[in-house]
């Protein structure tokens, strides 16, 4: 069963600012949270991690600078604001739990339906 569910994506321009939700059980609380992408034809990659307590956020080179993850656990919502967005940030965007504190790998192969983001030139 799935306990994710992602929300906000939409068609921006290039250098708008868009904010990700997602939804997670309370089960996640105490786990490490991500966000990942995966673009047409591509593999999925890791975009940004934070720690359960959110004291302790990172970022693939890619957006560091650009996008920040942030978490509410009191309303059990993951954020990814992305600023400054680019062509090539257009992906679905998905939230996972992380396998660890510091991971880049997802804890389990469960899904939800993700968020389109596209990003025009």
């Known amino acids: 069963q799935v306990h994710l569910a992602e929300s906000g994506g939409g068609l921006v321009q290039a250098g708008e600012s868009l904010r990700l939700s997602c939804a997670y059980s309370r089960l996640y609380d105490k786990n490490s949270m991500g966000w990942f992408r995966q673009a047409v034809g591509k593999d999925s990659e890791f975009v940004a991690g934070?720690?359960?307590?959110?004291?302790?956020?990172y970022y693939t080179d890619f957006v560091k600078g650009r996008f920040t993850i942030f978490r509410d656990n009191a309303k059990g919502t993951l954020y990814l604001q992305m600023d400054s967005l680019k062509p090539e940030d257009t992906a679905v965007y998905y939230c996972n739990a992380l396998s660890a504190d510091g991971s880049r790998d997802a804890l389990h192969d469960d899904w939800g339906q993700g968020v389109l983001v596209t990003v025009s030139s």
């Open positions: 934070i720690s359960w307590n959110g004291d302790y956020s």
